[in-house]
């Protein structure tokens, strides 16, 4: 199984920025997609952004401009840079995976993953 273990939440100020990380470790080959969602109490899980293993990015029309993802594949780690912060970006980010393949014996597909999520808090 992959473990996702985020850091580089906090409290920050409307317009400051912040820088979150993620590391995949685990027995796998290779992921496919790494990316954010964020959680805002009493709101849905929302996309955030996410970048492939061919480094095709996407994100959400509200992030656009202001956050930028990036992976290290050789540290099989995904970061995103958060600038121009608002109050509205307060929410839990998560951390997530797919296309995560073992191997044991045959290459196979697992499971999606989940990190246990970073609180970030922008003030007003």
């Known amino acids: 199984q992959v473990q996702l273990v985020e850091s580089g939440g906090g409290l920050v100020q409307a317009g400051g920025s912040l820088r979150l990380s993620c590391a995949a470790s685990?027995?796998?080959?290779?992921?496919?997609?790494l990316g954010w969602y964020r959680q805002a109490p009493g709101k849905q899980r929302d996309l955030v952004a996410t970048?492939?293993?061919?480094?095709?990015?996407n994100y959400a029309d509200s992030v656009k401009g202001r956050f930028t993802i990036s992976r290290d594949y050789a540290k099989n780690t995904v970061y995103l840079q958060m600038n121009s912060l608002k109050p509205e970006d307060t929410a839990v980010y998560y951390c997530?995976?797919?296309?995560?393949?073992?191997?044991?014996?045959?290459?196979?597909?697992?499971?999606?993953?989940w990190g246990q999520g970073t609180q970030v808090t922008v003030s007003s």
């Open positions: 997530y995976a797919d296309g995560i393949r073992y191997y044991g014996g045959s290459y196979y597909v697992g499971d999606d993953a």
């Open positions: 685990g027995r796998f080959s290779s992921i496919n997609t």
């Open positions: 970048i492939t293993s061919g480094s095709v990015t």
